[in-house]
């Protein structure tokens, strides 16, 4: 992961000041869609970038220490072996970027990847996840608690009241807090952007998030009704980069939930080479939030090796 963000007094008067062009924003996205993907080995070698960066993740009320353990063995082993020896890949450590849990799991997950002898970290939500509506008190007590079971990486949320009322010192205030009770745990803001209302809304609060020292920030929690969209992503990388221009600190950026097709896989990972530059493509600085995107990837990839589209039964699924 990148260095922490050590944070920033909140500038109140320069978030007074932010608008956004929607139709640019939604201009730019259009024509970053219409960019065209790499093809055949280049495709493949981008999509093994893809798996790198994910967090592979599971937030269902039906999680069980059995699936969290399958979820595990996927993620240090990705892509089946015999296609990854056919391209030469199987001895690069291919993994993904770590496993996403809720905070009573990650004691399964620490469990699974310990007796795998694997140092991949696990990512817990917290914070009221995913509507951050409980009492901060309890918000701060499930980040003390995820941390102590052993999460390496914290994805708190918001409380998107404080958003759409305007409330940004009580929202600054909130997310330093959550900061230090992350203590050297690298700390990941989820936005809720579609509950934010406008790009506006979603650019001041990207500033606050990284303002108060989140080392990443998120579209999503993959619960709401709209989820990752390019143009909220553009709002949300401009945001990084004004940042980065002002303090010199690179901050994350992970967009999570819809993301489905190893095609949007390559929007994404396009998306930020052509607003934030190589540097961010790795995850250090990039992660995709997803369950079912995996699956997809590995049948291009078999597909690439093969010459033909895989059977459900012939892949394994996390």
Known sequence: MSARNPG????????????????????????????????????????LKAVSCIDLTTLAGDDTPSNVHRLCVKAIQPVRYDLLKKIDMHDKGITTAAVCVYPSRVVDAVRSLKAANSSLPVASVATGFPAGQTPL???????????????????????????????????????????????????????????????????????????????????????????????????????????????????????????RTAQESLVWLTLIKEE????????????LGASSLLADIERQIYHYVTGQYAAYNELPMA
């Open 276 to 287: 934030l530059g190589n540097d961010w493509l790795c995850p250090r600085l990039f992660r």
């Open 137 to 259: 008190e309890t918000r701060l007590q499930e980040v003390h608690m995820a941390v102590r079971d052993g999460a390496t990486e914290i994805d708190i949320v918001i409380n998107r009241t404080l958003a759409l009322t305007g409330q940004w010192e009580a929202m600054y205030s909130e997310i330093r807090q959550f900061r230090e009770a992350c203590g050297d745990t690298h700390m990941k803001t989820i936005l809720a952007t579609g509950d934010l209302g406008n790009f506006t809304n979603i650019y001041k609060a990207s500033m606050v998030a990284m303002m108060a020292g989140s080392d990443f920030i998120k579209t999503s929690t993959g619960k709401e009704a709209v989820n990752a969209t390019y143009p909220v992503a553009i709002v949300m990388v401009r945001a990084i980069r004004d940042y980065f221009l002002r303090t010199g600190h690179k901050v994350g950026f992970k967009p999570a939930g819809g993301i």
């Open 8 to 47: 920033t007094v909140l500038d109140l008067e320069g978030l007074s000041k932010v608008t956004v062009n929607t139709q640019a924003v939604l201009k730019r996205a259009q024509h970053i869609q219409g960019l065209k993907v790499p093809k055949r080995q280049w495709q493949t070698a981008w999509l």
